[in-house]
């Protein structure tokens, strides 16, 4: 089911797709725009400022955005799951000074956050520790190799935190104008480079409780894993549906051929976000995540066998340059869905060590 778009923000979006796939020119606009046409707040309680509707209607503004933009909706994702974790802090102090300016789009929100979730798997080590403690305070040293809604007018981002005295890691949050903090230029993409995704070195940065949004990085960490991962899936349902229905438009001379394959992927996607949407609110993935895992690696397939319809619709259309398709940029999106944090690759080692850890359980 799609979410129609406010005028404004889809005559934006459709005006410059390419523009923020190819460079950083219109980057700076995008988290505003989406600020403003209110999608932030979809899935938001409206206690705290949303929309109090349930997070499938968070899901469901992405999926609209990434339609028409897949950096646009990139962007979106970054805003909105750092808008999740301040909904699930215990830090009321810290989403009452962020949250308005977040949902409102004055502030960008980067979770900064993937090499949380492959600390959570034991993927990977934290790379930001804290170097020294004090009596509730500390300084933080190390490196987010990559982080997304990175605006250079100002930031907030999300990072998880290994002490130094073998506690549990916590999540902090850390402004971008926080002394110690360093941001790389953009990062060199072959697409989405309107993105703001970037580098950040952390050098004697102090903190204190006051930044935390979480104390206990790995209790917290599953709590938020379902919105965190079921966001992100907005950008497979939004993309699979963009290719389908412009296979469909290009696709009129070939119906023969390619209708039936066109509707079976159809009907594979609406089945796919159905299970994803009724999840989420049941909240059935807290418990169960291998199956979100699964849905994940299942959506990115959809996602590249629609944009397969779609080149063999446009046919040799699409490799002309003077063409107004889109493909091109759709392609290069497409591209990008199976090596988002947690890649594809990490969901699978994922899902085999669960499998693993079940036989045990079983066989014991």
């Known amino acids: 089911m799609s979410t129609p778009l406010p005028a404004e923000l ?26 403003a046409s209110g999608l932030l707040a979809a899935g938001v309680p409206a206690a705290l400022g949303g929309a109090g509707t349930p997070l499938s209607a968070g899901v469901r503004a992405i999926a ?30 810290l989403r009452d000074r962020w949250l308005p300016a977040l949902l409102a789009g004055r502030m960008a929100g980067a979770t900064g956050l993937s090499n949380a979730m492959k600390f959570l798997s034991g993927i990977e080590s934290l790379g930001v520790h804290a170097s020294t403690e004090g009596a509730g305070a500390c300084t933080l ?16 981002v999300a990072v998880a935190v ?12 850390l402004p971008s104008d926080r002394l110690g903090l360093e ?80 509707e079976i992927v159809s009907e594979a996607l609406a089945a796919a976000e159905q299970t994803l949407l009724a999840g989420l609110d049941d909240g059935r993935y807290a ?17 590249l066998e629609a944009a397969q319809l779609e080149l063999q619709a446009a046919g040799g259309r699409a490799y002309h340059r003077d063409q107004p398709l889109g493909f091109a940029r759709r392609w290069r999106e497409a591209a990008f869905i199976p090596i988002v944090t947690p890649s594809l690759s990490q969901l699978r080692g994922e ?13 014991a």
């Open 10 to 35: 889809a005559d934006f979006l459709d005006r410059h797709a390419a523009s923020l796939d190819e460079s950083a020119q219109h980057a700076d606009a995008v988290v505003p725009a989406l600020g």
């Open 64 to 93: 609209a955005v990434a339609q028409r933009s897949l950096a646009a909706a990139f962007v979106a994702w970054g805003q909105r799951a750092f808008i999740e974790y301040l909904v699930h802090s215990p830090n009321t102090a």
């Open 141 to 156: 040293a190390g490196a987010v190799p990559w982080a997304t809604n990175l605006r250079p007018a100002g930031f907030v």
């Open 162 to 173: 290994a002490r130094s005295n073998g506690a549990a890691p916590f999540v902090a949050a």
């Open 183 to 262: 941001r790389s230029a953009d990062l060199d993409l072959i697409a989405l480079r309107g993105t703001r995704t970037a580098s950040l070195a952390l050098r004697d940065l102090p903190l204190d409780e006051s930044d935390l949004i979480a104390p206990d990085a790995r209790a917290w960490l599953p709590a938020v894993r379902p919105a965190f991962l079921g966001l992100q899936c907005g950008l497979s349902l939004g993309l699979a549906r963009a290719c389908l229905d412009a296979a469909r438009r290009h696709g009129v001379n070939a119906k023969a051929v390619l209708g039936e394959p066109i």
């Open 287 to 303: 418990a169960a995540p291998a199956s979100l895992f699964e849905l994940r690696i299942r959506l990115a397939g959809i996602v």
């Open 351 to 363: 899902l085999l060590a669960h499998r693993e850890r079940t036989r045990l359980a079983t066989a």
